[in-house]
């Protein structure tokens, strides 16, 4: 799965987030991936859909993370 999906969620993912977090955000797809294998059901579509689904959700909580550390941060984030 990972030979075939890996290298196209990765660009994926860059086009999202930058190069930066791409590689953990690919890894924590195919764990999550793994982990729910037994649950995976064909009839909702092929594996490929599957892990972009899984991706688009964690691209989302690295934005939302990222944006509440920033805003945690004095001056938001901001540098003077």
Known sequence: MFTR???ELKRYVILRLGVEPADDIV???FAQALQHLDSY???RGDERSWLYG???NLIGQHRRGRSRS???EPHG???R
């Open 5 to 7: 999906h890996g290298p």
């Open 27 to 29: 890894a924590e797809t």
């Open 41 to 43: 059901d064909l009839a």
């Open 54 to 56: 899984i991706a688009t």
């Open 70 to 72: 920033t805003r945690a």
């Open 77 to 79: 984030g901001r540098t």
